[in-house]
T-cell receptor, first 114, second 114 residues
Framework: GDSVTQMEGPVTLSEEAFLTINCTYTATGYPSLFWYVQYPGEGLQLLLKATKADDKGSNKGFEATYRKETTSFHLEKGSVQVSDSAVYFCALVSRKGGSEKLVFGKGTKLTVNP | EAQVTQNPRYLITVTGKKLTVTCSQNMNHEYMSWYRQDPGLGLRQIYYSMNVEVTDKGDVPEGYKVSRKEKRNFPLILESPSPNQTSLYFC?????????????FGNGTRLTVT
């Protein structure tokens, strides 16, 4: 079935460092891809998305590009802040029969130190 | 304010004592879903509903029940909870268009079964 693999955490960075969180997927066709973020004590919220190959999703300084050649959707940010500390989830839309669902990676915990 | 509301936020119970976790959304979304989040396993889908009176099993439905009698509500029922159901639970909803409509999550219910 469809699946998402993202880099194991935790990731610890200093403020203003460059961030990359790797995400690769296995799926039939070309699913829409998402990054969700979970701040402490909260539910997940959508960070960015891309619906077709070569699309770049961006939000709050984060970016990810849909690469069908490498089946990847890596998350990047040029200069992280303490407030970016959270758990990040890569996800895709999986369709089977008449139903669809989001399939999530296992999450990567990011801690940014001042 | 558009939101998904889960109650309670925290629940401690004993093995075998039936419980219900409520979920309500005010966005008129057709699609609703329950996930559980466990360390090292990420989010796994328990049940989902494509519309009123339409529910289906996700990846880990054993030990759970759901109902969708109204569009806004999607309660999760544990008829006879067991310690392996200790977890963080999230309800989510969206329009029925996975490509363009993200999932909106509640803030979670942390359940402990002793």
């Amino acid at each position: 079935g469809d699946s998402v693999t993202q880099m194991e955490g935790p990731v610890t960075l200093s403020e203003e460092a460059f961030l990359t969180i790797n995400c690769t997927y296995t799926a039939t066709g070309y699913p829409s891809l998402f990054w969700y973020v979970q701040y402490p004590g909260e539910g997940l919220q959508l960070l960015l998305k891309a619906t077709k190959a070569d699309d770049k999703g961006s939000n709050k300084g984060f970016e990810a590009t849909y690469r069908k050649e490498t089946t990847s959707f890596h998350l990047e940010k040029g200069s992280v802040q303490v407030s970016d500390s959270a758990v990040y989830f890569c996800a895709l839309v999986s369709r089977k029969g008449g139903s669809e669902k989001l399939v999530f990676g296992k999450g990567t915990k990011l801690t940014v130190n001042p | 304010e558009a939101q998904v509301t889960q109650n309670p936020r925290y629940l401690i119970t004993v093995t075998g004592k039936k419980l219900t976790v409520t979920c309500s959304q005010n966005m008129n979304h057709e699609y609703m879903s329950w996930y559980r989040q466990d360390p090292g396993l990420g989010l796994r889908q328990i049940y989902y509903s494509m519309n009123v009176e339409v529910t289906d099993k996700g990846d880990v439905p054993e030990g759970y029940k759901v109902s969708r009698k109204e569009k806004r509500n999607f309660p999760l029922i544990l008829e006879s909870p067991s310690p392996n159901q200790t977890s963080l639970y999230f309800c989510a909803s969206s329009n029925r268009d996975g490509n363009n409509s993200p999932l909106h999550f509640g803030n979670g219910t942390r359940l402990t079964v002793t």
